[in-house]
């Protein structure tokens, strides 16, 4: 297992950041539909996690149209 992991939301606008993780064997997890559980042990397991996309300062929006959040 990698114990980098990168959370990029499937976004258009942001497609240019995949040259940050692309070919480098990272865990990534671009689909938000996932459970937050699933998240929350993914990054629980991993040493360094990779936020990538739009966001504030309380966490990341994913791209599903429905203001999707992933934060604290």
């Known amino acids: ?3 980098v992991l990168v959370i990029h939301p499937d976004d258009r ?5 995949k040259v940050v993780y692309e070919g480098k064997g990272y865990d990534v997890i ?3 539909s996932v459970s937050e559980e699933e998240v929350v042990e993914a990054i629980k397991s991993h ?3 990779i936020m990538l996309g ?3 300062p309380s966490g990341l929006l ?6 999707g959040f992933l934060g604290y």
Do not use: V
């Open 1 to 3: 297992m990698s114990n």
């Open 13 to 17: 606008s942001t497609d240019m950041l």
């Open 30 to 32: 671009t689909d938000m």
């Open 47 to 49: 040493d360094t996690i």
């Open 54 to 56: 739009h966001g504030t």
């Open 62 to 67: 994913a791209s599903d149209g429905h203001g």
